[in-house]
């Protein structure tokens, strides 16, 4: 597995594994105007395609053999405006973390965590950020892992439909 920066040559394979990562883990809690809201806006090609370009964030893809087996998006300059006081000094988010459902227990994931955390160390972050679906237990377990902490509720909203959500932080 080599992990590497997107290009916008990776936007055709990565924009339909990203809708299709969050439609298989969430999609069937939407309505389908709600999930298509969604994925039009927060999965467009523009959206990568401006992070690649934006020297602030990153989008890391993992691959073997020419496969993609997932990706995580940080922003190494902005964290949520719901965490109690008191605030980070510099922030980042962990934006987008995902992976093929055929790789679990394969470290594709830890991968890509290990990568965003040494990305926001090298720039000088105080904290990793994030949010979790409040029922995605597995994915809490992976965080509290690494030393995620829950410091907040917070939501997040499909179209329409708001979710309880976790803010959860790692200190630097």
Known sequence: MILRPALHSDLETLVPFARAAFTDAFG???????LAAFLDDYRAPERYAAA???PT???TLAEEDG??????????ACGFDERPDPQPRQPATLGQLYCASDTTGRGVGAALLDQAI?????RGCDVLQLSVYSENFGAQRFYQRYGF???ADIDFWVGR????E???????
Request: hydrophobic share 40%; glycine share 2%; charged share 35%.
């Open 166 to 172: 976790f803010l959860y932080e790692l200190t630097l």
């Open 149 to 151: 902490a829950h410091v």
């Open 161 to 164: 439909h708001r979710d309880d």
């Open 67 to 76: 496969r993609l087996l997932g990706y995580a998006t940080v922003d190494l």
């Open 52 to 54: 690649i370009d934006d």
């Open 28 to 34: 069937h809690f939407y309505d389908p105007e709600d």
């Open 57 to 59: 964030k990153s989008v």
């Open 118 to 122: 040494a990305e926001a160390r090298e």
